[in-house]
């Protein structure tokens, strides 16, 4: 999409504004299907930075990934439209496999959101 869905938009707006993780989403990008709980970028930030920290050759790029006010949260601004979805504990849908298994951390534009559903998406041999 080159303009966001309004109701997206919507969505990610009230995802920041609550701070919570548990709004499950499933999105299609350029052809890949990625499922997941979306974020607060904040969250999602602080997130990855603690993953960063943790290894040994990426701990150098945690810092890139804190607040851009030190002061302040990380994330956007208060009352800032969001632009981007931050997915915590996704995976990108290949076929019968979610990768990564465990979840992944993926930061989607939502100007790249070609089409979209509330839930998470998951397999069954069942």
């Known amino acids: 999409m080159s303009i966001p869905d309004d109701l997206l938009v919507d969505i990610a707006t009230m995802v920041e504004s609550e701070q919570s993780n548990q709004m499950s989403l499933t999105v ?13 970028e904040g969250v999602w930030r602080q997130r990855v930075a603690e993953v ?8 150098p790029f945690a810092d890139i990934f804190r607040s851009p006010d030190p002061a302040g949260p990380p994330g956007p601004a208060v009352g800032a439209t969001p632009s981007h979805l931050h997915f915590h504990v996704a995976r990108i849908l290949q076929g019968t496999l979610g990768i990564p298994e465990t979840g992944g951390m993926y930061r989607i534009a939502l100007r790249d959101v070609g089409a979209w559903t509330v839930g ?3 397999y069954s041999d069942k």
């Open 28 to 40: 299609v990008v350029n052809g890949a299907v990625i499922t997941g709980r979306l974020a607060p």
């Open 120 to 122: 998470d998406f998951s």
């Open 52 to 59: 960063l920290r943790d290894s040994d050759q990426l701990g």
